[in-house]
């Protein structure tokens, strides 16, 4: 690999592990992350020599540390800023657009977060919502996972009366692969406080929402 690249892969790393010991372990791990690219290569039947195909490892490395920055950060420290507030009514953020990577497959999925909640005492700021939704989206995950952490999230950093969260996801690894179902669309949600103990209140946030 060139000395820059070299560099450049060295100093993500740094960026994220700050402060740990393990570090030149983890830039040996990349040395043999590639050569196991470069292996896989192999296996499918290519040639990992091939000059389209020469710098693939190093590639594939950079995309994986970016599917994954999420992990550098606690997603909750974007909602440690609050705001007294006397508003006792829904607060919506919808369309957050989001990419995430299928921990079973290292396929990706992707898709749009809407996330409400009705406040105790505290508001946070509306792109701290979406820090907090890319924050857990950019790690390996479930849908079903990650629609989970923004509702404990929020819910244990405001105290808000309750929180929902819907999100609507296309699967890399149904489309192209397995079952072949490129349009299929997956929705999960998550409830807590009001939202889980009232009808009417899941309602609410449907009807914003235009379902
Ligand atoms: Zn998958």
């Known amino acids: 690999m060139p000395s820059e690249k070299k560099q450049f ?21 990349t040395e043999n992350f590639m050569a196991a690219v470069s292996d896989l290569i192999q296996v499918c039947g290519d040639n990992p020599e091939r000059e389209g195909l020469q710098e693939t490892p190093y590639r594939v490395l950079k995309s994986f540390l970016e599917y994954t920055e999420g992990y550098k950060e606690d ?4 909602l440690q800023k609050v ?5 006792k009514g829904l607060i919506m953020v919808k369309n957050i657009e989001f990419h995430s990577m299928c921990e079973h497959h290292f396929a990706p999925f992707f898709g749009e977060a809407h996330v409400a909640y009705i406040p105790g005492e505290k508001i946070t700021g509306l792109s701290k919502i979406a820090r907090t939704v ?31 969260v819907v999100i609507e996801a296309k699967h890399m690894c149904m489309c192209g692969r397995g079952v072949r179902k490129s349009d299929a669309m997956t929705t999960t949600t998550a409830t807590s ?14 009807s914003l929402l235009g379902k």
């Open 134 to 164: 890319e924050g857990y989206a950019k790690r390996f995950q479930v849908q079903e996972r990650l629609t989970n952490q923004i509702v404990g999230a929020i819910d244990e950093m405001l105290n808000p009366e309750g929180v929902m």
């Open 83 to 87: 705001f007294d507030v006397q508003h």
């Open 75 to 78: 997603p909750r420290i974007h």
């Open 193 to 206: 406080g009001v939202f889980a103990d009232h009808s009417d209140k899941r309602m609410e946030f449907l």
């Open 9 to 29: 892969i060295i100093q993500k790393l740094y960026d994220r592990f700050e402060g740990q010991e393990d570090i030149d372990y983890k830039v040996q791990q």
